[in-house]
């Protein structure tokens, strides 16, 4: 068990341009989580996957970016048309939910740190 | 809609003396699971404890116990016997279920510095 992935570790990019960050949860978790946390904030969702399926985005997540969990294994977040505003820490999560009602533990990633200049 | 307040930006305890750190959440569901997490200055959330709103008792982990008076929907974070370790930013945190973290709402999180 290596934990959770993220790559890569940092990114600066113009404005405008594309990005696209990669999180490998731990094998076998179910749920996996994306979070976007900037200077001085604590995380604050955008999505989550249960196994391939997108079931929540925040309505943080604008129409410029998407997530993706093609196989229920690693998952990608892509921005599109980057703008500074996008500057943060992107943080992805995994666990998991094996039975009710016990809660389940997130395990979070190093993140992913974008500068948008 | 939920919210967590914590309102200590930032706190000083002396090595291996005990430390409060003060959460509220605001929430209308009749279910909820409330969480601490750990960030150090490499930027890894570490979690460190939880509590189900059904929970009769105080969840503790170690040296950490969580406080949890639900009639004034505190969940304080006890961190007995500090440790210079222990330094980092600390985030309170509430999912609308119990079970679930669907939805999980952070704090905006207190600065805690251990004092040698």
């Known amino acids: 068990d290596t934990g959770v992935s993220q790559n890569p570790r940092h990114k600066i990019t113009k404005r405008g341009q594309n990005v696209t960050f990669r999180c490998d949860p731990i094998?076998?978790?179910?749920?996996l989580y994306w979070y976007r946390q900037t200077l001085g904030q604590g995380p604050e969702f955008l999505t989550y996957f249960q196994n391939e399926a997108q079931l929540e985005k925040s309505r943080l997540l604008s129409d410029r970016f998407s997530a993706e969990r093609p196989k229920g294994s690693f998952s990608t977040l892509e921005i599109q048309r980057t703008e500074q505003g996008d500057s943060a820490m992107y943080l992805c999560?995994?666990?998991?939910?094996?039975?009710?009602?016990?809660?389940?533990?997130?395990?979070f990633g190093p993140g992913t740190r974008l500068l948008v200049l | 809609a939920q919210k967590i307040t914590q309102t200590q930006p930032g706190m000083f305890v002396q090595e291996k003396e005990a430390v409060t750190l003060d959460c509220t959440y605001d929430t209308s569901d009749q279910s909820y699971g409330l969480f601490w997490y750990k960030q150090p200055s490499s930027g890894e959330m570490i979690f460190l404890i939880y509590?189900?709103?059904?929970?009769?008792q105080n969840a503790t982990e170690g040296r950490y116990s969580l406080n949890f008076q639900k009639a004034r929907k505190s969940a304080n974070l006890v961190i007995s016997a500090s440790q210079l370790g222990d330094s980092a930013m600390y985030f309170c945190a509430a999912s609308p279920r119990e079970t679930s973290y669907d939805k999980v709402i952070f704090g905006p999180g207190t600065s805690l510095s251990v004092i040698p």
């Open positions: 509590q189900g709103s059904y929970d009769e």
């Open positions: 999560a995994s666990s998991l939910v094996v039975r009710l009602p016990v809660g389940e533990t997130q395990y």
């Open positions: 094998s076998e978790h179910n749920r």
